[in-house]
């Protein structure tokens, strides 16, 4: 890669390093949340003790991390901003829902002190979403509050699916007594006083496996194909008409909240869509789909809405996403578009989520599996949700302009012999020296024994001994890595 463009990027990031350490080491804590160390050693201070599993299980997993100094800090009390980053890491979200990606904004959190806080607003997003914490009553978080016992409990019981309604009685008693009760600790601590990373670190891994149950990988939606056919048909003459735009993070239709769990089928043609349309009542004609395809779409919907969020919407076939998509394909499937043509869909990762694109019915060529599943990023140029074509960063004069291989010029895998503080350094004779990768880069893996489908991973993939391949996607003046693909 160009040495001062390099160059630059380094300095820019050491002294980003640098102004962290000076004036931010009271949010070390949680604020690493790319997961950059290759290897974990358990801080000095938490070596020998009763907490040094928990402490070491909970690093392995990136759930916490230690300060800058390279301890821990077992006695320090706890905000609620790195309460929040270490809960909604054991819930394990999709990458991209928190700390978004180069074509996928972070969600907001919407409150109005969160100034500094970056490094967390994500996941407090993530935590108020569902339902691990609140705001207050003046639309405040107040990150930098010290969380008590009562509330770390109450926030752990959460994200292992307990609610106010389930438990019945008092708060905060009724969390603290079912927290005994599930021997997440062997005796009441005084849970009225503030939390300590201690505490943090024994109470989270003591409820892992709970607040693992509680959140399992998410199961692919419907992806608009023929075989994607509803298991009953919507009822529209119980929902709303209008016709509205999907935010970038596909939370808000319309302006009104979108629920987690939304169900999305897909009818007919957009120019049919009216208040008065008459529905078929053939199961055949619909299919379910999924809501990653309607990022900033503005399209006539019918929806219903449960608890003040969009729980089912009914949307035309033949509209969808405008633009540049940069995805891994996973295989291709044969079904039909909203005019009835046999078409091509590719399945594929995008921004980190698992999307089947339609091609349109003179797509060609469709990359070969062989080459697909060889590291390989491609850029989907989709009109209303349909491909019109495909390119690989290769494919000079066709590709967006920023679109590039950074890491080979030779289209292969390089072996990474080195991964410190957001700088790869390839392994001589691999055709290269260096290159960065941003801290939100969206990775995605493949099982070098069993390489049949990319799955989304963590930066926490890129470390010595692996096999990478990454992508710059961005306009922007760093050249550094968006998209990093590994072989492991």
């Given amino acids: 890669m160009g040495g001062k463009t390099m160059r630059k990027s380094i300095m820019r990031k050491t002294a980003i390093l640098l102004i962290f350490l000076l004036t931010a080491a009271t949010t070390a804590f949680a604020a690493d949340t790319a997961g950059k160390a290759s290897t974990v050693s358990v801080p000095d201070d938490v070596a020998g003790t009763s907490f040094e599993e928990a402490v070491k299980v909970l690093m392995e997993k990136e759930i916490i991390t230690g300060d800058t100094d390279g301890l821990y800090h077992p006695e320090s009390n706890l905000t609620r901003a790195q309460a929040c980053v270490i809960i909604v890491k054991a819930m394990n979200p999709p990458a991209a829902e ?3 990606s180069a074509t996928q904004p972070a969600a907001k959190s919407g409150f109005t002190d969160m100034a500094g806080y970056g490094w967390a607003e994500g996941y407090i997003a993530y935590a108020v979403k569902h339902g691990v914490t609140k705001g207050y009553p003046d639309g405040t978080f107040k990150p930098g509050r010290n969380v008590t016992g009562n509330e770390l409990i109450t926030m752990i019981l959460r994200a292992a699916g307990f609610s106010d309604e389930g438990l019945g009685g008092t708060w905060p008693s009724n ?3 079912k927290g005994a009760e599930l021997k997440i600790y062997s005796d009441i601590p005084n849970m009225d006083s503030y939390a300590t990373k201690q505490m943090a670190a024994e109470f989270t891994y003591n409820a892992l496996s709970l607040i693992e149950a509680a959140n399992p990988p998410a199961e692919a939606p419907g ?8 298991a009953g048909i919507p ?6 008409f209008a016709t509205g735009s999907f935010n970038s993070t596909m939370t808000t239709f319309d302006g009104k909240p979108i629920s987690e769990n939304v169900v999305i089928y897909t009818y007919g043609k957009a120019n049919s869509y009216k208040s008065t349309m008459k529905f078929s009542d053939r199961k055949a004609d619909y299919r379910e789909n999924t809501i990653y395809k309607y990022k900033n779409v503005t399209t006539p919907a019918f929806y219903k809405m449960e608890k003040g969020k969009i729980t089912e919407m009914i949307l035309p076939m033949d509209v969808g996403f405008t633009g540049r998509a940069y995805s891994v394909i996973n295989g291709t499937v044969s079904t039909s578009n909203a005019d009835g043509d046999k078409v091509t869909g590719l399945k ?8 089947t694109w339609l091609g349109n019915k003179n797509l060609s060529p469709i990359p070969p599996k062989t080459e697909y599943l060889n590291g390989e990023l491609y850029e989907l140029n989709l009109s209303k949700g349909e491909i019109k074509s495909i390119f690989k960063s290769s494919d000079a004069g066709k590709k967006g302009d920023v679109f590039e291989e950074i890491s080979s010029a030779s289209a292969a895998f390089v072996e990474v012999e080195s991964y410190k503080d957001g700088v790869v350094t390839i392994k001589a004779g691999d055709g290269g020296a260096m290159f960065e990768v941003k801290d939100n880069a969206t990775v995605y893996v493949l099982d070098a024994d ?3 489908e990319y799955t989304t991973g963590r930066l926490s993939a890129v470390k010595a001994g692996v096999k990478v391949r990454a ?4 306009d922007d003046e760093y050249h550094s890595a968006d998209i990093v693909i590994v072989l492991k």
Wanted: hydrophobic residues 25%.
């Fill in 98 to 100: 928190v700390t978004g």
């Fill in 175 to 177: 969390y603290v007594n």
């Fill in 223 to 230: 992806q608009g194909t023929d075989q994607d056919k509803p």
């Fill in 235 to 240: 009822d529209a003459s119980a929902m709303t």
């Fill in 348 to 355: 594929t990762l995008t921004a980190g989520y698992e999307i």
């Fill in 450 to 452: 069993d390489p049949d």
């Fill in 471 to 474: 992508y710059d996607i961005s």
